[in-house]
């Protein structure tokens, strides 16, 4: 299974962009790039997921360097309720695999 | 509804007795998963269903046994497990397709063994 490679921890302070990277240079051609978030006490929660174009939604954008092996997830702007642990996963179309990395705390300063 | 509901919340077992997680989606999805996460880790896959079959078993001891009655059911069933088997079990779902859609997660089942 390829794997994804997070720092630990990062802060950031409240109402400004956080750029969270990932490197997955084993990553396969039918690998999804997925992130997901979880709170203190909660399930992870689905935050975007990309194939090989950049993607935008609701809570953030993914941007999906050109070799694949590479990707960084922005918060647009922070707010004390993004602070949370962030995982970039890649997803095997072909197993159904949804493989955790190690995850990148988030802090968020007021 | 787009909510993955797993009971219980809380469990406490001994090493001998015998107890069920239960996992329930109403999405319509068709593959569901089973993680185990220990305190400060990511969660780690522990068994894959597709279409109510099991694809996917990370080499998990017999002592955990999952079951898919129906699409919208999962059941992980314990045994004989060891205090090392304390962890929040977590249930996901999605839909199941070779377009790797999201997946939802439950708050999970906090086990503790004693």
């Known amino acids: 299974d390829a794997k994804t490679t997070q720092p630990n921890s990062m802060e950031s302070n409240e109402e400004e962009p956080v750029h969270l990277p990932c490197n997955h240079s084993t990553i396969s051609g039918t690998d999804y790039i997925h992130w997901y978030r979880q709170l203190p006490s909660q399930g992870p929660e689905y935050v975007i997921h990309g194939l090989t174009s950049n993607v935008n939604n609701r809570m953030a954008s993914l941007a999906i360097a050109e070799d694949r092996k590479s990707s960084t997830l922005i918060l647009h702007r922070a707010t004390l309720r993004d602070a949370a642990v962030y995982y970039c996963?890649?997803?095997?179309?072909?197993?159904?695999?949804?493989?955790f990395g190690q995850g990148t705390t988030l802090q968020v300063k007021p | 509804d787009t909510e993955v509901t797993q009971t219980p919340k809380h469990l406490v077992m001994g090493m001998t007795n015998k107890k069920s997680l239960k996992c329930e989606q109403h999405m319509g999805h068709r593959a569901m998963y089973w993680y185990k996460q220990k305190a400060k880790k990511p969660p780690e896959l522990m068994f894959v269903y597709s279409y109510e079959k099991l694809s996917i078993n990370e080499s998990v001891p017999s002592r955990f046994s999952p079951e898919c009655p129906n699409s919208s059911l999962l059941n992980l069933h314990l045994h004989a497990l060891q205090p090392e088997d304390s962890a929040l079990y977590l249930c996901?779902?999605?839909?199941?397709?070779?377009?790797?859609?999201?997946?939802?997660f439950g708050q999970g089942t906090r086990l503790t063994v004693v």
């Open positions: 996901a779902s999605s839909q199941g397709d070779r377009r790797n859609t999201e997946a939802f």
């Open positions: 996963i890649l997803g095997s179309s072909n197993t159904g695999k949804l493989i």
